[in-house]
């Protein structure tokens, strides 16, 4: 088993900045991607940036230029900046990890959620 564990949510002022941690741990070969994703009351979960071993990045339109994936190979970290905040981005952000276990299995783990609360 895989567990995600997140830190690095709370509350900003619109304007502000953020910065979102999550470190895999457990039984893991390789990770592939990883990635964020949020979920805003009566919405449905969305990718927010994603971010593969090689390093492409992939980013949600709304976040693009304001926000900033990146991750640590060697620690099975990854990281998200996130500049610029505005109401909008008010959600619970989910780190997300497709692990690669010995045999070749690929299975998809989620962390518990921390909250982002952006004031107007």
């Known amino acids: 088993q895989v567990q995600l564990v997140e830190s690095g949510g709370g509350l900003v002022q619109a304007g502000g900045s953020l910065r979102l941690s999550c470190a895999a741990s457990?039984?893991?070969?390789?990770?592939?991607?990883m990635g964020w994703y949020r979920q805003a009351p009566g919405k449905q979960r969305e990718l927010v940036a994603v971010?593969?071993?090689?390093?492409?990045?992939n980013y949600a339109d709304s976040v693009k230029g304001r926000f900033t994936i990146s991750r640590d190979n060697a620690k099975n970290t990854v990281a998200l900046q996130m500049n610029s905040l505005k109401p909008e981005d008010t959600a619970v952000y989910y780190c997300?990890?497709?692990?690669?276990?010995?045999?070749?299995?690929?299975?998809?783990?989620w962390g518990q959620g921390t909250q982002v609360t952006v004031s107007s």
């Open positions: 997300n990890a497709r692990v690669q276990h010995l045999g070749g299995v690929v299975r998809e783990y």
């Open positions: 971010i593969t071993k090689g390093g492409s990045t």
């Open positions: 457990g039984s893991i070969f390789s990770i592939n991607a």
